[in-house]
């Protein structure tokens, strides 16, 4: 719990999702069902490019109301990146040859 309070201070980009009942919105109601709520760090990262990693660490949530939990999504992640060698290329402007 003491991680959730050090995180819950940080800068953090939040998804909230909410599901209302049908039929009370068709009746100009507003019934809550259930809410879910996912965050992440801010830093070094952009919400476009987090949000589809929120949506697959929230899915075991999704359909019920969510009380404070700490969900690593890092150890969720399926994926992999390779880096090639990297190569030095010098260029010299023309004229300065």
Do not use: C, H
């Not at 209302?20 to 990262?45: E, G, H, I, N």
């Not at 589809?52 to 150890?75: C, E, H, I, M, Q």
């Amino acid at each position: 719990m003491e991680e959730l309070r050090r995180a819950a201070r940080d800068d953090r980009y939040f998804v909230i999702l909410l599901a209302f009942d049908y039929a009370a919105a068709r009746q100009r109601q507003k019934k809550l069902l259930w809410m879910a709520k996912m965050s992440t760090p801010a830093v070094v990262t952009n919400l476009p490019a987090v949000i589809p990693a929120l949506a697959a660490s929230g899915r075991p949530v999704f359909g019920r109301d969510t009380t404070p939990d700490w969900v690593d999504s890092g150890k969720m992640r399926e994926g992999s990146v390779i880096i090639a060698p990297l190569e030095v290329e010098e260029t010299v402007p023309d004229g300065k040859k």
